[in-house]
C-alpha cells in the first residue's frame, strides 16, 4: 500500500510476539518510538480505514490464525520508558514490568513488587488492570495517558473503570503512559519480597512452557477457575497442539505447534465441562485478536 508512514511493515506473524506463539499475520505493524509517530500512524489508519490493535508483550493475547486486517501497534523507545523520581515513576506504556519492578526496587521504592508475577507492559496491565498476591495495578496508578487519532490525554485512575482484570478503555485508546506512587523503603527488603513472589510463582505455575497466564477470571465464590478445572479432570486434556496444563488447571500450554484454533477448542470444551459439572459459566482473561469466536454454553 502506498504512503505507508515510516516504521509500518506489511504482513508481519503475530506468533512472533505472543507468549503463547500461536496467531496470524497483523496485515501491518507499527512500532512507534514517540508520541508523534504514534500518533501519525492512528491518523494514517483512520484516513485509510485500517481497524487498529495495540499488543504489550502479547502475554494475554489471543490472535486469530487468520491474523488481524489492519494495523497492530507496539510501543517501543521513549513510549517503553521508565523513569523513576522521588516517590513514584512514569513508565511508557509499552514498559515491561519486570524491567519496571527491578529500577524501582534499586531506587528503593516499595509498592511495585506484585507486579514481578506480570510478564507484560505497563500499558497491557493498565487496560487489564492486572495483578497479584492481592495487589492490583489501581492500587499504585495516578493517571495514564491516553492516545488516539485525536491526540493524548492524561486521565485519573479512578476515571479508569479499574475492576478485577477489567478497565473501560476502548479498543482504539491506547496507554502511551502511567504514573506510579508508590512508597520509599529498604531495596534489599524489596528485593527479598519480590524473590519471594517468584518462588512461590515457580511453585504453583508452569514457567518454562508457553502460555498466555490464567485462561479464565475466577468466577467469585469459593473455588478458584482452576481448581474447578482440575475438578472436572482437565488437567493433561489436549487438542492439536494445546494441552491445559498438568501443573495448574487454569493455563493452557502450547506443546507442540499449537494453534489459535486449538486453543479455543480446548477452551469451549473448558467451559462446557464447568458448566455441566458446577452450573458455573467461565469467562476468559485472555484477550483476543482478529476473528475469534468462543462460543458461549
Ligand atoms: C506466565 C504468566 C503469568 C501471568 N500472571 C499474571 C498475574 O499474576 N496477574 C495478571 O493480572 N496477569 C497475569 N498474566 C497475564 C498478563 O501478563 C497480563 O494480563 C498483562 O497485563 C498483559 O500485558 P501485555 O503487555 O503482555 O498485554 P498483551 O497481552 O499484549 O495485551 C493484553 C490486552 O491489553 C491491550 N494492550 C496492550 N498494550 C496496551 C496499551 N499500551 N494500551 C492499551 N491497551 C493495551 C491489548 O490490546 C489486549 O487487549 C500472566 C501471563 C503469563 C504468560
Known sequence: ?????????????L??????????????LGQPTEEAALIAMLAWAERTAQPIAVIGLGSNLLPADAGFPGLVLRLEGQLARIEVGPAGAVLGGGASLAAAVRKVGDAGLAGFEFACAIPGTMGGAVRMNAGAYGREIVDVLVTATICSAAGARTVEAADLGLTYRHSDLAPGEIVTAAELALTPADPAAIRELVREYQGRRTAAQP????????????????RTSGQLLEACGLKGYRVGGACISEKHANFIENVDHATSADVVALMTEARRRVKEQFGIELHHEVQTLGEIHIPAV
Request: aromatic letters at 10%; proline letters at 12%.
Open 1 to 13: 500500500m502506498s504512503g505507508l508512514p515510516p516504521g509500518i511493515e506489511c504482513d508481519v506473524p
Open 15 to 28: 506468533s512472533r510476539f505472543t507468549t503463547i506463539g500461536t496467531g496470524g499475520p497483523a496485515a501491518f
Open 207 to 222: 514457567r518454562k512452557a508457553r502460555t498466555f497466564g490464567s485462561v479464565f477470571k475466577n468466577p467469585g465464590g469459593e
